[in-house]
């Protein structure tokens, strides 16, 4: 088996670049839609300039392929952020340790009572999420915390510091079955600007947790990249590569890609490469295109117009109600958030939308029974 | 043809469906009542054992009276995880008809026929009415008939592409060795499909994705119930047989007589 990160040195940006900006591109494009399943090269046309202008007829194609792999359904999940501790510099995070936020780890009676609100607007999916910092928030933190959620929730996942197999594997029997851990960005260098220091510098040890999640028995893994740190395309790109590279190695585990969208944090740098609305949708279809089997998520981190005018296109997971402050759904926590939420609908408002919408809200997609004697 | 029967369960329709991917759990139950369907599967990751089956999105439109609700394991990898959810599902909500999915590969979905017959054992023993979805492998299906399972359900074509019989010839065999009730499932896309399946011998078909993601999910499901017996009605009037050639209307052996 090529690992991936030897498959990124296959595709240097430059690489990757020439494809996007090649002369053959409006044919490369047609090429590429015409195709059953697309190839990295189809994938990078489709990302393509020249196919912002065929945005339609890949949209109605993505639409279409969502509908027939996922049916008129669309599954919501809330993201219970339990510290906000770091011991890294992300530049474009709010949570940098630099920054002088307010610092805040619920305990595990209160990121209980937390979860507890959100079961009782009708969760049963729930993402942990904290910063990276393993004193403040422990791997036994998690597995007690998973242990007493297991009650609540038909499905646990987990968005943390990257961990060796044995730690993922310590999660899995204790009940979490699902793993989100962004790259952030593919191209070292820039990652290296961005991580300037903190155990985050180690680009490898992140970009192969996902796959160690995997051999641990991580049933479902999520992955992306920080929309507005690099070139969308290009990183799409890689996001893409890794995605159906993971699909093909790790063939019992179900992939998934979301598209986190950098808003200026307080203290963080202004995103070096913003990406608009259009860019956006181009990213989304595309993934949809290259990846029809796989999940795409879209956060709060979208307003509530936009989020809607995705929902047909390809979407297949969303979160609703979210707060991004330790403490923020049972505590009324005024701290720092990570990032600042765009959407505020409730998970019934959302429900009520989605059905106006056309579609089937749907809390519970899995069962922790599927894993526990 | 026979009567349908299951278990010692009679079903006047030769149709099931499945309720995923619906726009809505009223649209779902518009579609399974126009067509006449009496068995429908619903998947256990989707329903809430906790909660009462009324307050439940799927199972509380339907109509237990008229339609027999059959979970299926969809989601489970191995056959450990099948059988556990079976049990719950029995245990939380008394469901002693299982649909068997063993599904390792979360997106072709093709069923694992090692660890399909491995949970069929299993289940079997425990008493279920055990309805394994397979890959159209006649062996196999004659191995789950040995051990006990009530039907097999082979496939047409990988789940949700609506692609049709794809594996046609092996469902014969299996429609052909079969002594429990054959039921195609999976990748029926069209009311033909459903037509072609029936002539070929199956005993009932399910549909579910190309009835779900119908512009009119509940005109496509009355026309996939006309198809089916309109199917029936067909060979219940015994057709003629196939034959490679034209058959001479002035036969060259004619002056013999």
Sequence with gaps: ?373 | MKALIIAGRTFASRLFIGTGKFASGAQMAKAVESCGSQLVTVALRRVDLARPAEDDPVIAHLDPDKVMIVPNTSGARNADEAVRIARLARQAGGFDWIKLEVTPDPNYLLPDPVETLRAAQLLVKEGFVVMPYINADPVLARRLEEIGTATVMPLAAPIGTNRGLETREMIRIIVEQAQVPVVVDAGLGLPSHAAAAIELGADAVLANTAIATAGDPVAMAQAFAMAVQAAELGLDADPGGERKLASASSPLTGFLR
């Design chain 1, 1 to 373: 088996m090529t690992e991936f990160f030897d498959m990124l040195r296959e595709w240097p940006p430059e690489r990757v670049r020439d494809l996007l900006e090649g002369s053959d591109c409006e044919q490369a494009v047609e090429r590429a839609l015409a195709r059953p399943v697309p190839e990295a090269h189809d994938f990078a046309a489709l990302l393509s300039p020249a196919a912002a202008l065929r945005l339609e007829p890949m949209a109605r194609r993505a639409a279409a392929l969502t509908r027939q792999r996922f049916g008129h359904v669309l599954q919501f999940y809330a993201p219970l952020y339990v510290s906000n501790h770091c011991v890294n510099s992300c530049r474009y995070c709010g949570f940098n340790r630099r920054n002088r936020v307010q610092r805040r780890c619920l305990t595990i009676d209160e990121a209980v009572a937390e979860a507890t609100v959100l079961a009782e607007q009708g969760f049963r999916h729930i993402l942990l999420v904290s910063g990276e910092d393993r004193k403040a928030v422990p791997v036994d933190y998690f597995t007690e915390l998973t242990v007493r959620l297991r009650q609540l929730f038909a499905s646990i996942a987990i968005e943390i510091y990257p961990l060796a197999e044995a730690g993922y594997r310590r999660l899995v029997e204790a009940g979490v079955d699902s793993l989100t851990l962004y790259q952030e960005t593919y191209l070292p260098d820039l990652y290296s600007r961005m991580h300037p220091d903190g155990p985050k510098r180690d680009f490898r040890f992140r970009l192969e947790s996902v796959e160690r999640a995997a051999r641990a028995g991580v049933a479902f893994l999520g992955i992306g990249a920080l929309l507005g740190l690099a070139d969308w395309r290009v990183d799409g790109f890689y996001v893409g590569l890794h995605a159906r590279w993971l699909l093909r190695n790790y063939w019992r585990q179900q992939v998934s890609v979301s598209f986190p969208r950098l808003r200026q944090a307080s203290g963080a740098l202004i995103p070096p490469c913003p990406v608009d609305d259009r860019a956006f949708v181009q990213l989304m279809i595309a993934q949809r295109l290259f990846l029809p089997d796989a999940g795409l998520v879209l956060s709060t981190r979208e307003d509530a117009e936009l989020r809607d005018r995705l929902i047909p296109l390809a979407v297949t997971r969303l979160s609703a109600g979210s707060k991004t402050t330790p403490g923020g759904y049972a505590n009324k926590a005024d701290g720092e958030p990570q990032f600042e939420v765009q959407d505020h609908r409730s998970l019934a408002a959302m429900h009520e939308r989605v059905r106006q919408l056309g579609f089937d809200p749907v809390d519970k997609d899995w069962d922790c029974a599927y894993h526990s004697p």
